[in-house]
């Protein structure tokens, strides 16, 4: 068994972090939760963390000290192993200040943390600090002159910029960084219905009918579970871990995969992509150039993107491999927004997920 760590998991009540949060209670490790404006903690399933595995630590990572006491921040500072830092905001279209204090400032609390104590830091990040390049992403890169997409791809640039450069002033870490993340790989189950999710819904329910996008451009959707296994085998084996990067990226799907499940589900509209070069906003129906205009347009970068993540440091560490088959995998996530109302009701008896439910492809 793994030696019993003293760990602290910032951003612990969000969707990833309570996973991570459960994972490592259920090692045994001594978990502190850095709890905010939502103290309770919940995993994926909607199960809540017994309160008897966790303690948690009301705390604000935007603030120096984290808002503690000076006695109150040595005594955390001094007692804890390792840090997972998993806090963050990652809606789109927020404004600036917000990234900067949460995705910046936040990091470079945690970073003090972690060296006022000599804690090793796990960094959540995320792959797409890669911006809008094309091609292979390697985990041994990061700023390579990329045009980044928005204030939150810049704000986690700067944030794992300030983790970089700690660790050259002598700060044990390790960075993981996820791609999207999205439901669990095996029962599609989501808490939280965002980001690509809102697309998914605008589009299959024909609020949103064409969209600016590269059918060969690759959507990277990771399930939440294997994001949360990643983190905990970085932060368990972290010796092994410390001083490099482990994309946790998921299973390959093309917008064309995507356009062809989603024509699977009689009940959906099915968006048609439009080459960006040949799109035109203003050309809209009304209503149509509205959610664009406040909703696609956050998001539409990542329908012309063509890269592919490496994971080769994730796969030397011994994790899991992600879902093989990008279309069965959505499939799933799909369905279980079916089944749990968000993309309404599947018409009876027909289609993949009165097939899922009659036992097909179990």
Same mark, same amino acid.
């Given at each position: 068994?793994?030696?019993?760590?003293?760990?602290?998991?910032?951003g612990a009540s969000g969707l990833?972090?309570?996973?991570? +949060?459960?994972?490592?209670?259920?090692?045994? %490790?001594?978990? @502190?939760?850095?709890?905010?404006?939502?103290? #309770?903690?919940?995993r994926n399933d909607g199960?809540?963390? &017994?309160?008897? @595995?966790?303690?948690?630590?009301?705390?604000?990572? @935007? $603030?120096?000290?984290?808002?503690? +006491?000076?006695?109150?921040?040595?005594?955390?500072?001094?007692?804890? &192993? $390792?840090?997972? %830092?998993?806090?963050?905001? #990652?809606?789109?279209?927020?404004?600036?200040?917000?990234?900067?204090t949460v995705n910046v400032d936040g990091t470079a609390h945690i970073v003090e943390l972690a060296r006022a104590g000599g804690a090793g830091l796990v960094h959540v990040?995320?792959?797409?600090?890669c911006g809008e390049r094309d091609g292979l992403i390697r985990e041994t890169?990061?700023?390579?002159?990329?045009?980044?997409? !928005?204030?939150?791809?810049? =704000?986690k640039l700067r944030a794992e910029t300030l983790v970089h450069k700690a660790r050259a002033d002598g700060v044990r870490a390790a960075v993981v960084r996820p791609s999207i993340v999205v439901g669990d790989e095996h029962t599609g189950v989501?808490? &939280?219905?965002? !980001?690509?999710?809102?697309?998914? /819904?605008? @589009?299959?329910?024909? /609020?949103? $009918? =064409?969209v600016p996008g590269l059918y060969e451009a690759r959507l990277d959707l990771v399930p939440v579970d294997y994001v949360a296994d990643v983190i905990t085998r970085v932060t368990e084996r972290f010796d092994e871990a410390e001083g490099r990067t482990f994309h946790a990226a998921g299973a390959p799907l093309t917008l064309r995969d995507f356009s062809d499940v989603m024509a699977e589900y009689p009940s959906f509209h099915v968006p048609r992509f439009v080459p960006p070069t040949s799109f035109d906003a203003q050309r809209l129906p009304t209503r149509e150039r509205r959610y664009y205009e406040r909703i696609v347009s956050l998001y539409e970068s990542y329908f012309r993107r063509r890269m592919t993540f490496d994971a080769s440091h994730t796969a030397a560490l011994g994790v899991r491999a992600t879902p093989a088959d990008g279309p069965?995998?959505?499939?799933?996530l799909i369905n279980h927004c079916l089944e749990s109302g968000y993309l309404g009701a599947p018409p009876a008896g027909t289609g993949p997920a009165a097939d899922d439910a009659n036992g097909a492809g179990r």
């Open positions: 068994m793994t030696r019993r760590l003293k760990i602290l998991v910032t990833v972090g309570a996973e991570v +949060t459960a994972r490592l209670a259920a090692a045994g %490790h001594e978990v @502190t939760a850095v709890v905010h404006r939502q103290q #309770t903690l919940v199960t809540p963390l &017994d309160p008897a @595995t966790v303690k948690c630590l009301p705390a604000d990572v @935007t $603030r120096p000290r984290l808002g503690l +006491t000076e006695a109150g921040y040595a005594e955390l500072a001094g007692g804890i &192993d $390792r840090i997972v %830092h998993c806090a963050a905001i #990652t809606d789109f279209g927020r404004p600036e200040e917000d990234y900067r990040g995320t792959a797409y600090v890169e990061l700023d390579q002159g990329q045009r980044l997409a !928005n204030g939150y791809e810049a =704000s989501v808490r &939280d219905y965002k !980001n690509i999710y809102v697309i998914l /819904k605008l @589009t299959t329910e024909g /609020k949103v $009918r =064409s069965d995998f959505l499939r799933k």
